[in-house]
């Protein structure tokens, strides 16, 4: 049986589903997949995220600042033993990387990235640049999040025939059943405690600077001038939480609903009309997809990877970056029932296009090319 090992800093919650597929569905094909992580360092930590596997393998790892960058060092000696394959993250501040792939001799296992493919949620350095271009060069495969990472280093010079584009996701198969089956009845009592009055934007996820939660508030405050029936409802959990919750206080129009999951997020979802997301969109456009609930966002320039499954017009709204504008399209889009439908209707189609179960499938068989192709 083959041996594979992913390694991680840390595995976040949502990531289990897929790992623990993957480990099952690789055994069907001789393939022994174990992912060896440590514990989450002191910013994922915050996310109060880190999830446990049945395939796991631990190891130690510890994590400093160098020159205002988080370097990381994991001790993965042990538990890459025997594979004949590691996989790993492409990211610069893992110094394992940079051993692993500088020295390649007859015994040692290929070596496999996996990633966004280019920076995009931060502006790159030169610096930057460079190292991940040396660090995908010397890689035997390369998986992508998205069809725009593999475009990426191909066109750094990284052949297309040694790449796989897994279409990152997550499991939204819960949450999809959830929504589905709220009953009207709670939906209505959802509505009524919050003041709903049809019309309402819903943002969901981290309270962080990346989600831009002031131009939304901003934008909010100009939808409300607009349609004094346009509502506003934050779903999470972060370091901007008293920004929220001072806004919450000020504005009889937004309502802070404090970390949602669950039967609460299905209600939330299932009371609301647009997904409001003007910030960085990631893997809630899969979410969108499962709720069937269109994300307004603004074509601003640091969304992650995930970001290039939306369509503007078809599955979602995408404006320019402006509160203003921003505010005028949440208001006309929830004032246009024929829009949401169709907006509803092709999201509901996505959904079965990205799927936990293809990424596995695509993962699996890039692995399976990774495992015979050896970059000389």
Request: aromatic share 8%; charged share 20%; with cysteine.
């Amino acid at each position: 049986m083959k041996r594979v090992v992913i390694l991680q800093e840390y595995v976040p919650r949502y990531r289990v589903p897929f790992f623990e597929k993957l480990h099952n569905d690789a055994k069907t094909h001789g393939i022994d997949v174990r992912v060896a992580f440590g514990s989450a360092g002191a910013g994922q930590a915050t996310r109060k995220d880190a999830g446990t596997i049945s395939c796991s393998i631990p190891i130690n790892q510890k994590e400093w600042k160098f020159a205002g960058r988080r370097v990381v060092v994991r001790n993965v000696s042990s538990a890459i033993a025997g594979a004949d394959l590691v996989i790993l993250e492409q990211a610069r501040r893992n110094l394992d990387a940079y051993r692993l792939l500088a020295v390649k001799r007859h015994g040692t296992p290929n070596v496999a990235l996996w990633g966004h493919g280019k920076d995009y949620t931060r502006h790159a350095t030169p610096l930057d640049r460079a190292l991940a271009r040396w660090l995908t060069s010397r890689a035997d495969w390369f998986f992508a999040y998205t069809r725009g990472g593999l475009t990426s280093v191909v066109a750094d010079g990284f052949p297309s025939a040694r790449a796989t584009v897994v279409q990152n996701s997550i499991d939204t198969s819960s949450l999809r059943s959830s929504v589905k089956s709220v009953p009207s009845n709670l939906v209505a009592r959802f509505s009524k405690h919050a003041g709903l009055r049809g019309k309402t934007a819903l943002f969901i996820g981290a309270l962080d600077s990346s989600k831009r939660l002031e131009f939304l508030v901003s934008a909010s405050e100009i939808a409300h001038s607009l349609d004094s029936d346009f509502r506003l409802l934050i779903g999470g959990e972060g370091p901007m939480r008293p920004h929220v919750e001072e806004w919450s206080r000020r504005y009889p129009w937004l309502t802070y609903l404090d970390a949602v999951s669950g039967p609460r997020k299905a209600q939330a979802m299932a009371a609301c009309q647009i997904l409001a997301m003007p910030g960085r969109v990631g893997l809630v456009a899969v979410d969108s997809f499962a709720a069937e609930l269109p994300i307004v966002t603004t074509d601003w320039p640091l969304h992650a990877p995930e970001f290039e499954y939306l369509r503007n017009g078809h599955n979602a709204l995408i404006t320019a970056n402006s509160p203003s504008i921003y505010a005028s399209t949440m208001v006309d889009s929830m004032n246009n029932t024929e829009l949401l439908h169709r907006l509803r209707a092709a999201a509901s189609r996505d959904a079965e296009t990205y799927t936990i179960e293809a990424m596995v499938a695509r993962f699996l068989s890039g692995v399976m090319g990774a495992l015979t192709v050896r970059n000389s």
